[in-house]
């Protein structure tokens, strides 16, 4: 790989206008890129896309801070918006990444971000097809925010939440709360990123590597955890099938670290933002499989079922604990944990 020369310099504002600064901007862009890039620079891209139904989603990312330990978000982008179209089931080809920055903003940094983008792209195995860059005025942006959107194709039923059925296991495909407390960490200087790093990851690989040991209609329905964190993808499902779920405490994937992180912030784990964990609803009869698939995944070592969805029709989300009583988990009201994607 041939290494980026990292320029000096900062954004100007000028770098928006359209003119020559805009021009030589968009060329860096690109040169970092490389050959996850289509290369075309005409208004709209013009693509292949050889399957009768597509998934398309899109996505804003302001994290704060935009450089962690082993990410940034340039990384967070991709990683969000491939795994958004993988747990649909679809498989994830293109992207678009649009680029808001702050005047200021070191083109170094610049370079940093697009080369995670580069780098996340080609282990996803996804092109950037398109993309725009705005320059706003010191102090109307925080460094940097992007913006993607993706198109994924289907090669199989999409996945929906309302297929998933009384009986079914929950399955998370790996640990929660690492993402959450490693931001944290670095914002209010707890001393942790080093011992728990972020969990963000592409999980398209993982998410075939299910299909490819199960019957198709055997995996119900997938969701990454991300915003909102395990409590509130099980709240979104228990609403829409009907049923309560419950999990139990004790069978939760939780790094040692994390868990003293939290408690020390007070905050629960299953409400943490993750970037690389997905929730999985599986018929009893693939669940062993699945679990073989995922944990010879690198992505998926840590996968372990957590629970099921139950045939009472309060559609709650209870958490058992090690003596077998069962305790609601209240749904969050507002955004306990802002910008941490």
């Known amino acids: 790989m041939t290494a980026t020369v990292v320029p000096t310099g900062e954004v100007q504002l000028d770098h928006g206008t359209g003119a020559k600064l805009s021009q030589e901007l968009i060329a860096l862009i690109v040169r970092t890129l490389g050959d996850?890039?289509?290369?075309?620079?005409?208004?709209?891209?013009?693509?292949?896309?050889?399957?009768?139904?597509?998934?398309?989603?899109?996505?804003?990312?302001?994290?704060?801070?935009?450089?962690?330990?082993?990410?940034?978000?340039?990384?967070i982008a991709v990683c969000g918006t491939v795994n958004d179209l993988a747990v649909a089931g679809s498989r994830p080809r293109y992207l678009t990444l649009c680029l808001i920055i702050e005047t200021g903003f070191p083109l170094?940094?610049?370079?940093?971000?697009?080369?995670?983008?580069?780098?996340t792209a080609r282990e996803a195995d996804v092109?950037?097809?398109?993309?725009?860059?705005?320059?706003?005025?010191?102090?109307?942006?925080?460094?940097?925010?992007?913006?993607?959107?993706?198109v994924g194709v289907f090669e199989r039923a999409p996945r929906r939440m309302?297929?998933?059925?009384?009986?079914?296991?929950?399955?998370?495909?790996?640990?929660?709360?690492?993402?959450?407390?490693?931001?944290?960490?670095?914002?209010?200087?707890?001393?942790?990123?080093?011992?728990?790093?972020?969990?963000?990851?592409?999980?398209?690989?993982?998410?075939?590597?299910?299909?490819?040991?199960?019957?198709?209609?055997?995996?119900r329905s997938i969701r990454d955890v991300t915003r909102g964190g395990l409590s509130a993808v099980l709240?979104?499902?228990?609403?829409?099938?009907?049923?309560?779920?419950?999990?139990?405490?004790?069978?939760?994937?939780?790094?040692?670290e994390t868990a003293m992180a939290m408690d020390m912030l007070g905050i629960n784990p299953i409400h943490a933002a993750n970037e690389g964990c997905a929730?999985?609803?599986?018929?009893?009869?693939?669940?062993?499989?699945?679990?073989?698939?995922?944990?010879a995944h690198h992505y998926g070592r840590d996968a372990v079922t957590i629970g099921e969805v139950t045939d009472l029709p309060d559609a709650k989300v209870l958490l058992r604990d090690a003596s077998g009583r069962d305790?609601?988990?209240?749904?969050?009201?507002?955004?306990?944990?802002p910008r941490l994607c």
Do not use: W
């Not at 079914?168 to 993402?179: A, E, F, P, R, Y």
């Open 36 to 75: 996850v890039y289509i290369g075309e620079m005409e208004d709209s891209a013009f693509l292949s896309v050889d399957t009768g139904r597509i998934a398309m989603t899109s996505d804003s990312f302001v994290a704060d801070p935009p450089f962690f330990g082993n990410g940034d978000i340039g990384k």
């Open 108 to 119: 170094a940094r610049l370079v940093r971000v697009l080369e995670s983008v580069r780098d």
């Open 127 to 150: 092109l950037i097809v398109g993309g725009d860059t705005k320059v706003v005025r010191s102090g109307e942006a925080d460094q940097i925010y992007l913006n993607t959107a993706g």
């Open 162 to 219: 309302r297929d998933v059925r009384p009986g079914d296991k929950v399955i998370l495909t790996g640990s929660i709360g690492n993402h959450t407390v490693h931001l944290l960490s670095i914002r209010e200087g707890l001393g942790f990123e080093t011992r728990v790093l972020s969990d963000c990851a592409p999980l398209n690989g993982l998410v075939e590597a299910m299909f490819a040991v199960a019957d198709d209609s055997a995996i």
């Open 235 to 256: 709240h979104e499902y228990a609403h829409t099938v009907g049923r309560s779920i419950r999990i139990n405490h004790d069978d939760l994937p939780i790094q040692h």
């Open 279 to 295: 929730c999985v609803f599986v018929a009893p009869e693939a669940e062993s499989a699945v679990l073989e698939a995922l944990r």
């Open 327 to 337: 305790a609601e988990v209240e749904e969050l009201q507002g955004a306990e944990l």
